[in-house]
């Protein structure tokens, strides 16, 4: 029988995981929703509210495919860099430790995903 419990197998859960989340939040800035415009006004971007959404998405689709999972995760990375950056300068480092959590799940994904142990 096949372990299933493995490192990669945790890599491909961490993906999803941030897939997942950042899937949604992209889905939500190319739509609009009402809570991303509150919070891009707030934050003073407003026109780039579709770019954001619409870079999310291509760093997510670019972290679940195997052959560019590494481009996807420092995407994803940036992008989060850039959330942190904002936390930090328009609500004083409140908030930060989700796209903290997020950028660094991308990349153990990514590693758990791509690189083997050698015993």
Same mark, same amino acid.
């Given at each position: @029988? ?17 897939? +997942? ?8 800035? +190319? ?38 999972? @590494? ?8 992008? @989060? ?9 328009? @609500? ?5 430790? +989700? ?21």
């Amino acid at each position: @029988m096949k372990n299933l419990f493995t490192l990669k197998t945790l890599g491909w859960v961490l993906s999803a995981l941030v897939a +997942i989340m950042l899937g949604m939040s992209a889905i939500g800035k +190319i739509t609009q929703s009402e809570e991303m415009v509150q919070n891009f006004t707030f934050f003073n971007m407003m026109p780039q509210l579709v770019m954001v959404g619409v870079v999310e998405l291509i760093a997510v689709i670019l972290l679940m495919i195997p052959r560019t999972s @590494m481009f996807g995760a420092l995407g994803v990375s940036l992008t @989060m860099a850039g959330a942190v950056a904002l936390h930090f300068s328009y @609500m004083a480092g409140a908030g930060i430790m +989700i796209p903290i959590m997020l950028g660094a799940f991308a990349w153990s994904g990514h590693c758990l995903r791509t690189y083997q142990l050698k015993v």
